[in-house]
């Protein structure tokens, strides 16, 4: 039995070490309407001008040092939409950065969580109201 559970273990950490660090920085009121968007049908836009409804970025996800493998990418992508999902998110702006070669690792995801505005519901409007009449800009010295 000990045996199997050090096997166990050592799969654990394998299975985290393909994994990247990642932050997510909220830009924007985070409690939306949350039943818009199923992740599985989220698009994922690598350019600002393929998206064609006025919108607004909420949030900003960056996954770093991920290793160079589209199996791995792509599963981390799935990851991405998921929590976008939940935040409220109708799409994302998604760039990948690797080193010059192009085939070392790591590889760094980042990506923008966007809100379509034509879909806000009254509720949505009240909460960016009140958030940006609360937010501080940094360096604002009133």
Do not use: H
Request: aromatic share 10%; proline share 6%; net charge positive.
């Amino acid at each position: 039995m000990k045996k199997y559970l050090i096997v166990a273990t050592l799969l654990l950490g394998a299975c985290t070490s393909f994994m990247g660090k990642t932050n997510y920085v909220p830009i924007g009121p985070q409690d939306l309407s949350r039943q818009v968007q199923n992740a599985k049908d989220m698009p994922v836009f690598s350019n600002p001008n393929q998206i064609d409804k006025p919108c607004s970025r909420i949030g900003f996800y960056q996954v770093q040092k991920l290793p160079n493998d589209a199996s791995v990418i792509k599963r981390e992508i799935e990851k991405i939409k998921k929590f976008a999902a939940k935040r409220g998110a109708n799409a994302i702006i998604l760039r990948q950065y690797t080193n010059e070669d192009n085939v070392s690792y790591p590889v760094n995801l980042s990506s923008y969580f966007l809100k379509y505005i034509d879909n806000l519901t009254p509720e949505d409007e009240e909460k960016i109201i009140e958030f940006t009449s609360t937010a501080v800009v940094s360096g604002d010295d009133r």
